[in-house]
């Protein structure tokens, strides 16, 4: 896969890129990133790349020319188009379904929006999708942008060291993950649950799904009806309802 980054600070994304997995994902060989500097397509001595907004509201938006030419050298630049991304807080809310569904694209190209956001007609004529991290403000897209490069690069094949430790992510089944526990056995009073004690995986299987359920009940109950549920899952989460209630 290929990752490239539209932004006004590309110091700042190309540093944060060579930690975790987005690090790992290019020294792997499954993923390239690039930042790309929008000023390199701004016209002018000062390169230039907002502008006040029609209309006398605060703020300033990034203009639409710079964006189109970003996102057409990128087009030109390979024979696969890129799938095009703008970081928003107007977007789809980004998921774990979302991620996993980028992962299997070729070619990324995610816009990091700044100040009030681009010019509506660059938006209109170049994004493919809109992606939001959470309903409130930050100064631009650039973390939002790294948030989606980090859980989409640990998606890709060889990537992560263990693979099974993806398989029991929180929203890698549209359920929060269950509870961890390391050694000491004991601390400050409290034991790790005999169940991850034991050794048996069956045993350990059952207590996790338990609390994995329980988990997202407790703290995000919208995410179950999109989950797929077994009937013995079900049946957990019958009695998990029940203990809660007595």
Do not use: N
């Not at 398989?167 to 004991?186: G, I, M, N, Q, V």
């Amino acid at each position: 896969m290929t990752c490239e980054i539209v932004t006004i600070f590309p110091e700042m994304v190309a540093d944060a890129l060579t930690y975790g997995m987005p690090r790992r994902a290019v020294e792997s060989g499954r993923m390239r990133i690039r930042a790309v500097d929008l000023r390199d397509f701004a016209d002018g001595p000062h390169r230039q790349v907002d502008d006040y907004p029609y209309g006398g509201t605060a703020g300033m938006v990034l203009k639409p020319e710079p964006l189109f030419r970003a996102v057409q050298a990128a087009r030109d630049d390979e024979d696969a188009s890129p799938h095009v991304v703008y970081m928003t807080p107007q977007g789809t809310p980004l998921s774990q379904r979302t991620c996993e569904r980028l992962s299997l694209q070729p070619r990324l190209l995610v816009i990091c929006g700044r100040y009030k956001g681009i010019d509506e007609r660059a938006r209109m004529e170049l994004v493919d999708e809109e992606l939001s991290v959470g309903d409130y403000v930050l100064s631009g897209g650039e973390i939002p942008a790294l948030v989606l490069v980090d859980a989409v690069a640990r998606l890709l094949p060889g990537v992560l060291s263990d693979a099974e430790s993806a398989l029991y992510d929180s929203f890698a089944d549209d359920l929060l993950d269950a509870p961890h526990y390391t050694r000491p056995a004991e601390w400050a009073g409290r034991s790790a649950p005999e169940e991850l004690l034991s050794g048996d995986p069956k045993r350990v299987d059952a207590w996790r799904r338990r609390e994995a359920l329980r988990r997202t009940w407790a703290r995000r109950p919208e995410l179950l009806k999109d989950a797929a549920l077994s009937d013995e899952d079900m049946r957990v989460l019958d009695e998990i309802k029940t203990e809660s209630d007595t």
